[in-house]
């Protein structure tokens, strides 16, 4: 497709105009300290584990050992009588109760999804009953009491196997293991790669993966029998768009629902719903009438969490030139989406909003076969199915320029596309907003000492160090749009809608001029919600962010909110903010004219208050506008309201709606920023361990809001991509069985195995967004893992190994060298 | 019985272990000390890993234990566990229980019943498994101290730092005349327990150390040793049926590399050929 102007003709959202970025910023780009420090560095955070209600009691549930089983019968009778047991309540009681949790997937109805296994376990670690006792003792206690019969039946595994497989099925009622299969095919791809000079396969597999933070999920149930009203104390879901969501899973009015948030120690998408916890607990609360919490221990989050990232087979293929000019890009995958599917194929709508990555790629062809086998169910992990693309397209790039002998720095700068084309259109039709990608490449290689790194790294071979540099540079689309989750379904009867995610938030002045912000979403899952607020408003009223206070709304009575989640957060608070200060200055301004008695038109707004042009001393702050707007009507132009306050709902700034026939997808994740990352490691080939000597990651996400917290988010991120490339996986046994149980198994990186990053920056306004800001949540787990790929490549080329599956854990690296060798 | 509790907590969290009754050895009196008693260090029940590792003493009288000690998970858990609880665990991954098996280490055994001795070689019986009775604590383990012309050194792979090894090597070898007059390798990672490498042992005993002598040497490290299905070496760490523990192959030759720097590092600490 050729690159347009950015369309106006069928926006569904109805976002405000764009904003320029302003001239002088105070606040934004200036690296602040977390308006939150104050209370989480010195442990008054309050996380939900730390609430205690009175006569809460707390439960825990019963996990299934086996990988697929019938369930034939479930005795429950000697754990009711244990002590301090208040209820137990068995899967097939609670399919009769409660019903199915909400579920995205293509045919719901045919992969049921309920909160407890009702007639089969399909995974180990899947829910069977809950017990709730006066302590958690004696309801892990009483747990073991409880008798379960089952029928055990064949564990479906291998995905590849499961995917033919007609006889063993996850789920019956849908005939087929294969969830989701679809081709999308994307401008003129058999042409292009009939007119290529060279076409690179490659076969790639991307292992399973999982967020572990610090903070699991949890709930706290508070059930009123009186009113019937229920209040679910939550670190997960708390979004106000789709609480009904959780209503209708417990058969409550959705307006006798409050999800109140809490901040929480950590989410990397592992947060993003999570049905289960909140319906865990209020259930058992509103069948015991009292209060009800429910924390996963690690056990719980590892096996039966919604944190499970993509478990991907690739098979990929890049026509090209000879003179390494990128023309069209085959993909063709094969997920392992365990036994449940929630997102439906979210994730590959994710990968699809970049999947020509940087590059300008005229054609793409990509097919998803989503499958379901006896594991634990995929959820959202930051990048969201974009981190496995991403590797995917940087593996075949390098592939690529190995086999034209190019410098792998060459092929990249060669394809890039150039400033002068955003904004661009990739084949499947999301639209970039804005980009320079060269800018960061040359920033990336200086800092690096690209040239300085290829000298030395020849005077280590010589003395036969095996040190290789890895370089990607790669996207990361933000501000997601929820097509991505439903341009899937196509069925011509169905009316096609879609949804803006949009984000709102009030905005208060009081009597004497200060500012409380409210969100309506999630406080803080490590993105520093609060800060951006604060900031966004001390920005548009000239106060110290420090001074704003923020405030976090239930779903009950709020505003549409989404909350985190597709790096949106920061440009959709940014809409919001901007639009509810808009509304209050408009109101500061028509009152400080009449007060004044001046022309609208004379006055300007300089530091909190506005002034008659030229005349500093003519002024009124907004402590003595607040003040008039609050105690003195008679001040107030005719028909002015009292009283100093705007919500204002920001919509998605830039959503098109998909072709009917999806030979083009609409523009659905516009906001792209871009990165560099290089890396320079040393591989021992005895022991396949990888030493990283050097990194720098170069990052553009637009407009910088607080660099500090920028920076964390990039580290987290790279750490996070260490951890992908080279030591975390999820792995299970012929049986179904997962071998990974606690962190001694699951090797998540510690601060001694992840390198200092070098930052660099560069800033390319988003022209869509309030100050031109763009996300950046998943910055360096985008990158992290193609970039190490491409070094231990580097580092072992004498010996022809190439990384094609990750993790690249030191067994397989000695295990390939091996294998190269004889 | 509780001693530094970290091996034994996460074992009582994960509910592996459900004892009825639990001793506490942290109050006993007098049982915490590391002292020289002529040619032997000798570390008491509740002295802990950290009072080894940052002992003076130690790292000159047996720098083998000191070195291996250093390489036991992190400085939090070095404070709270304990050298002898440690050994007495008999993880067959630990270094510990590998160091004291290089170094020919003496336990005491102690029950109502009386005091017995043993030697690390017929402690270890198996994973998580010692000739210790349920009735006995190991009131104190003796290391001979290093003599003269004594290098010693231990190497590991892990993957992740802190974590328990891949493979380790334990060394200790005396070097007269340019001669190895004495070694003992002990290696943790490709057994139920950690053994002796004696075949590695013979190949340096009495040799002159050149690279070529150590490579062979190393070579030999596993040459006794049975190969071992998956699952055998799973419970290495805490006592649960499945973990994706690295093959028995790619343990073997990280061990054979390990025998070969420790050796190495021994040697020259020694002040030998090399
Ligand atoms: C995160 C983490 C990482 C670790 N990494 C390593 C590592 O890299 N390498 C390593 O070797 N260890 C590691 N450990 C284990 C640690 O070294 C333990 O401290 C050690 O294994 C046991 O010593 P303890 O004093 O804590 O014993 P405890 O946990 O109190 O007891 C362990 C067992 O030994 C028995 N026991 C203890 N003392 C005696 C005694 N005097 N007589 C008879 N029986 C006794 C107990 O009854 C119990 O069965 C790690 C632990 C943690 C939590």
């Known amino acids: 497709m050729t690159q347009t102007d950015i369309p106006t003709d069928v926006p569904v959202a109805t976002a405000p105009a764009p904003m320029a970025p302003h001239k002088d910023l105070k606040w934004i780009g200036r690296s602040v300290k977390r308006v939150e420090d104050p209370k989480l560095l010195r442990g008054l955070g309050r996380y939900i584990d730390d609430v205690v209600l009175p006569g809460m009691l707390h439960a825990v549930v019963l996990r299934s050992p086996h990988a697929h089983a019938r369930i034939v019968s479930v005795d429950a009778e000697r754990a009711r009588n244990a002590p301090g047991v208040v209820a137990v309540l068995t899967g097939p009681e609670a399919a009769a109760r409660f019903a199915p949790l909400p579920d995205s997937g293509p045919a719901p109805d045919k992969h049921v999804w309920r909160v407890l296994a009702a007639d089969k376990v399909r995974y180990v670690g899947e829910g069977v009953a809950v017990v709730v006792a006066e302590t958690r003792y004696q309801a892990e206690d009483a747990r073991t009491l409880i008798d379960v019969t089952y029928d055990l039946l064949d564990p479906i595994v291998d995905p590849l196997e499961a995917a033919e497989n007609t006889d063993d099925l996850v789920h019956e009622a849908l005939g087929t293991n294969v969830a989701y299969e679809r081709t999308f095919t994307f401008g003129e791809v058999a042409h292009d790669f009939a007119t290529a000079d060279v076409v690179v396969r490659d076969r790639l597999r991307w292992g399973r993966q999982t967020a572990h933070p610090l903070d699991t999920t ?55 719903f999570c049905w289960r916890s909140t319906v865990t607990a209020a259930m058992m609360s509103k069948i015991t009438g009292r209060p009800v919490k429910y924390v996963e221990d690690r056990l719980d989050h590892q096996l039966n969490g919604d944190q499970h990232g993509s478990d991907r087979y690739y098979d990929v293929e890049l026509a090209l030139m000879r003179d390494g000019t990128f023309r069209s890009l085959k993909i063709d995958c094969v997920d392992d989406y365990g036994a449940y599917i929630q997102f439906g194929v979210g994730s590959h709508g994710n990968a699809l909003a970049q999947v020509t990555g940087p590059y300008r790629i005229t054609s793409t062809e990509y097919r998803v076969r989503a499958v379901l086998t006896n594991k634990t169910q995929q959820g959202a992990y930051r990048g969201f199915g ?31 596309i150039p400033p002068d084309a955003f904004p661009y259109h990739i084949p499947s039709g999301n639209m970039y907003d804005s980009g320079n990608y060269e800018p960061v490449l040359d920033h990336a290689l200086e800092r690096f000492g690209y040239a300085g790194w290829r000298e030395k790294q020849a005077l280590m071979r010589a003395e036969g160090r095996k040190v290789g540099i890895g370089i990607v540079t790669a996207n990361e689309r933000s501000v997601y749009g929820a097509t991505e989750f439903w341009f899937w379904f196509d069925d011509k009867d169905v009316p096609v809608k879609t949804t803006s995610t949009p984000e709102g938030v009030s905005l208060t002045v009081d009597t004497v001029g200060n500012l409380t912000v409210t969100l309506y979403s999630t406080p803080f899952w490590g993105n520093s919600s609060d800060t951006v607020a604060a900031m966004l408003v001390a920005e548009e009223f000239d106060v110290d962010p420090a001074d704003v206070t923020v405030v976090h709304h239930g779903t009950k009575g709020g505003l549409p909110a989404a909350g985190p989640g597709g790096s949106r957060l920061t440009v959709m608070l940014a809409g919001a903010v901007t639009g509810a200060a808009k509304k209050i200055k408009d109101k500061l301004l028509r009152i400080a004219a009449h007060d004044m008695e001046v022309d609208e038109a004379d006055l300007e707004w300089v530091d909190g208050g506005y002034q008659v042009r030229g005349a500093e001393d003519a002024r009124r702050s907004t402590a003595d506008l607040a003040m008039l707007a609050y105690l003195v009507k008679t001040a107030l132009p005719a028909g002015e309201e009292s009283g100093l306050a705007a919500n204002f709902v920001y919509d998605h700034p830039h959503l098109t709606m998909p072709k009917p026939d999806r030979s083009d997808l609409g523009s659905f994740y516009p906001c792209v920023g871009h990165a560099c990352h290089l890396v320079a490691v040393e591989v021992d080939p005895e022991t396949g361990a990888v030493d990283i000597l050097d990194y720098v990651a170069v990052h553009d996400s637009g407009t910088l809001v607080n660099p500090r917290s920028y920076d964390g988010q990039i580290v987290g991120g790279t750490a996070q991509g260490v951890g992908t490339a080279l030591s975390e996986e999820l792995t299970y046994d012929a049986g179904g069985n997962p071998q990974v149980g606690t962190f001694w198994d699951y090797l998540i990186p510690t601060a001694l195995d992840v390198p200092e990053v070098d930052f660099g920056h560069e800033q390319t306004p988003s022209p869509i967004t309030a100050h031109g800001i763009k996300g950046g949540g998943e910055a360096g787990r985008l990158m992290a893992p193609g970039a190490l790929s491409a070094a231990i490549d580097d580092a072992l080329r004498d010996h022809g190994v190439r990384v094609t599956e990750l993790p690249a854990t030191p067994e397989r690296i000695v295990g390939w060298l091996r294998k190269e060798e004889t | 019985m509780l001693a530094g509790g970290q091996s034994l907590l996460p074992m009582l969290n994960l509910r592996l272990a459900e004892p009825a009754h639990l001793v506490d050895l942290g109050p006993i009196p007098d049982l915490g000390f590391v002292r020289r008693e002529r040619d032997r260090l000798v570390v008491g029940a509740t002295a802990r890993q950290s009072a080894v590792e940052h002992s003076a003493d130690v790292r000159a009288l047996v720098p083998l234990l000191a070195e291996a000690v250093e390489h036991v998970a992190h400085p939090p858990i070095r404070h709270r566990g304990t050298v002898v609880g440690s050994i007495a665990h008999a993880s067959a991954v630990a270094e510990l229980p590998c160091a004291a098996l290089a170094l020919d280490a003496r336990l005491t055994l102690l029950s109502a019943d009386g005091v017995r001795t043993v030697d690390a070689e017929e402690f270890f019986t198996g994973p998580f498994s010692t000739v210790a009775r349920s009735d006995e604590i190991v009131a104190q383990v003796e290391f001979p101290v290093a003599g003269p012309g004594t290098g010693q050194a231990w190497s590991e792979f892990s993957l992740r730092r802190g974590n328990f090894p891949v493979a380790g090597a334990a060394v200790s070898l005396t070097v007269a005349d340019g001669r190895i007059v004495d070694v003992s390798i002990a290696v943790c990672g490709v057994a139920d327990r950690p053994v002796r490498a004696r075949a590695a042992e013979q190949v340096l005993r009495g040799a002159v150390a050149d690279e070529e002598t150590v490579e062979r040497a190393a070579a030999a490290t596993t040459s006794g040793l049975a190969p071992r299905a998956h699952g055998d070496l799973a419970a290495h760490i805490l006592p649960v049926s499945a973990a994706p523990v690295p093959g028995w192959a790619y343990r073997a030759s990280v061990a054979r590399a390990q025998v070969r720097r420790a050796v190495t590092t021994a040697l020259t600490r020694a002040g030998g050929t090399r």
């Open chain 1, 386 to 416: 974009a981190d496995a693309g991403n590797w995917a397209l940087e593996r075949i790039v390098d592939k690529a320029a190995a086999e034209l002998g190019m410098d792998p720095v060459d092929i990249r700068r060669r394809n890039l």
């Open chain 1, 218 to 272: 949890a709930a706290i149930g508070d059930y009123d029998p009186g009113t019937g009203e229920m209040v679910v104390h939550t670190n997960s879901i708390s979004m106000t768009w789709l609480a009904f969501g959780a209503a209708v899973a417990l058969g409550i009015p959705s307006n006798k629902l409050d999800l109140r948030p809490y901040i929480s120690g950590g989410s990397f998408g592992s947060k993003q």
